[in-house]
């Protein structure tokens, strides 16, 4: 076909749909002139007037049939007629009004809340937003050997990558900082990137103002310069493009800005203020490139971007490749080291090890609301087959009046796409708003790491798609029953008749089965979850965190370069602290329990080695002051806690906790004996240390940190506590204080005491310590939250559906109970004839759904902490529950029967 | 087989109208009295049938219809061919003089 002929079809068919009057009335004037022009002729021929026009009209035939004839050439017939279903369904759906809102509401939530699941999976599995993400790796250190996964990289391994790796273009190492930023107004705590030059390159990244730093910054003496992120430029620097060549102060350290780098950026770190070129000293290459442990001591994170014409397979075997190059240049000392933890290269997309990590948690909620989805739409297909059925009459009507099926089915089929369209676009609203929510909300909890979410293309897709099946859903539920056979019907019998059919009634009661089965899943993976988390929650942590401030501050190398000018900081701020009315003790500390990740390593432990072998599984460690069990009131349970000796730096002495003891003394002996801190079996055994004491295990990995059975998870790892003292270059300093809240505002004071003594410093996590405690579980609170609000809309949406089935079967059956009480059936025996009927929908779904969340129950195990998936109790309790609330939706329909009068109920028919 | 004959008929409608409008634009009755005088009054064209031939024509952007004045001075719809409906109306014109000489052929010698 041509494209003008397209064009004269496409004008003509648009002319016929939307001047559709227009055409009648031309028809009419054609029409009227032929009849004219005949009659005129046979006039001619001799007829009177009257005879001509009556002969006229009579050799034309039936004016309207051919009309309809003619309408039909038209090609719009099924167009405008689809048009007048649609304007009658939306008629019809405006008069029924309830059932409308639940039926939109019902479809609304489910398909919104998958729009938005997508959205979040999309945002947070899918590929990452920088060109090509998939060539965008990241090269990770595996110890499984020695319980430790994901392990990151360090400098020997980069330079060996960077020169010797054929399949990578580029290849990058990040280390994660903390400083002191000083702006014009006051000291902001500032997270940064140290970065070598490719990183840009890795990421294909440009910048949005100025330039990135090159080779030639990451030398020392050029590194005086840094990129900022969008994010910080915006904030700190109202978006001046003069910032360009200006200089900022980092820990006291002028630095030259060279650009600004785009929110991209920042997509894969959160919150992230600015770049700074890495360079480290020849001195330090050197070392790290020499020393035995120097490929496994990792403290940066090494990413690449692979060459387009390689794999990750490729690139995984060239490293490979060079590590067992690396291992034959070894010392036996390196190559045994090696075996022991059964080190592994492992090289994977950014979209993988957030799959990793995330993957669980966001697929138990995506099936979750797919399961509210379907329990809506079971219900939706329940309420549109009682609304046909009252609509029956006038289906009847219109077969009568010479309907075909196919207009009905027509009409059907318009009617759930109305409804589901009116779905779409509640889901539409919904979804947008609870992206905007969970943006708002929890994303920084959350999922740091994402950035920002938007509402996704394959989500809106998803919803589409959704909606079209159940349209479909329910035209084709609607379509089985009305067209199911009974139609012939005359049009004054009762529709009774057909909903009391065998086949209608097992589908409806097919259909509550299934609804509860999928509701008993939800409830019961929900109500599993939620106990493991309380559990989680209100476990002892053996800590006492009331009346304890806490206040963190990294200070500047640059200035605090010497311990003795880091010690002589914490004598003067505990000093000053002491002075405060209302402090009781004041400790110090690395690291603060379940806050911040502690330091990992080996221990060795002789008199533990002598009878088992070695143990090559690793320990935590915190550096503490003397007052810090005092403070946190940590249980001494056997022995002392440091001494000044110790503190001084003098004595050897460690205190463990009860775990570490456990595991290495199961004899209660271990007061007393030596161990060597952070150290492997491959060094010599020289720094001994004693231990001193042994305090209670204390939950220092993270309140929901799962129990203790497992050695993988760092919740369970045993904790060595170190002295802190005045040699130590620790720079995060942790400020503990015990004190009495009430009386002043302890936490401000404790903010101007430190500001007091270097204004420069910024002060972070700076609240009490059963607050901060209290926010470290936001993100598993709120998905528990979201997975508690599935769990309810299953619950409602189930009810609503057995409430709608029983009392449509009731009003149904009114004419038959009526018939009954009247001859001499009791009320009892009905109302108990009818809870069984329910009773044994109930058990049915109630039983499919524990034998489908029995064989689910293993899947979730990973995410459960002390509680198993097949727990007995939290079964008994959801079931026996859940059995409850259904008896009761269904007691209020079934207690209408009570009221049915047997003469009123005869005049039905 | 009773919808075979009547796509017979209709496509010979098609054609009669097609090639009658060959010839310069006419309105619906005009069509019918030519069709008749041509086929010496052998041909019948009911009005049921004219109207939505021409209308699906038409509809295919074979014809195309405007508003003109008549010969008794009244408003008529005139219809005549677009290029495509000329080309269409060769094709098919010698497409039916093949398919009825080859009928004739088999009915002549059979």
Redesign the interface.
Known sequence: MNARLFIRRCSYLAASLFGINRRQADLDEEVQFHIEMRAHDLRNSGMSKDEASREALKLFGGIEKFKEHSRDAWGTRMVTDSIRDVRHSIRSLYKSKGFSLTVLLTLGLGLGGNATVASILSAVLGPPPYSEPNRVVEIFNNYPGAGIGRSSSNIPLYLDYRANVVALDFVALTNRIAVNITTDASAVRGHGLLATADYFRVFGIQPILGQFFEETHCIQGNDKVIVLTESFWRTHYASDPSIVGRAIVVDSVPLTVLGVAPKLAEWHHGDLDFFRAWAWSAQREQFEKTVYYGRDNNYANLWARLKSSSSIREAKAQIDYLESLFLDKSTQQTKDWRALHQHESIVETLQQSKIAQFGDSLHLLQGGLFLVLLIGCVNVGNLQLSRGLKRLPEIKTRVVLGASRWVLVRWLLIDSIVLSLGGFFCGLLLAWSGIHWVNKLVLDDMLPTVGWIGIDQGAIRLVLVLSILVALCIGAFALSILLGGNLDLGVGQNTTKISQSKMMKRLRSGLVSFQLAMTTILLLVAALLLQSFYRALNEDTGLNTEKVVVASVTLPRQIYRESEKIANLRVRLTESLHQTPGVESVAFASYLPSLSAHAIGPARVPAFEELNGEDFSNVNYNTVSRDYFEVLGIRVLEGNTFRLADLRGEGRGVVVDKEFANRYFPNNDALGKQICANSSRLLPLKKRSTIIGVVETVKHNGLDSVGSDSKTKNGSMPLVYLPLSPQSRDRELNVLVRGDLTRNDLVSEVRGHIQSLNSQLAIFRNSSLEQLLKASVNDRRAFMLLIAILGGMALLLSLVGIYGVLSFEIRQRKHEIGIRLAVGGSTKQMLGDILKQSLLQAGIGLALGVLAAWFLGGRLADLLFKVSPNDPAVYFITLSSLLLVLLSASLVPALRVTRIQPIEALKID | MSKDKKDLLQGTLDLLVMRILKAGSR???DIV?RIELLSEDTIRV????L???L??L????YVQAHWAQ?E?G????FYNL???GKSMVQEKESYWLEFTSAVNLVLKNA
């Open positions: 309105h619906g009755y009295k009911g009005e049921g049938s109207y939505p031939s209308h699906r038409e509809k295919r952007g008549s008794t009244r408003r008529a719809k677009t290029p495509e």
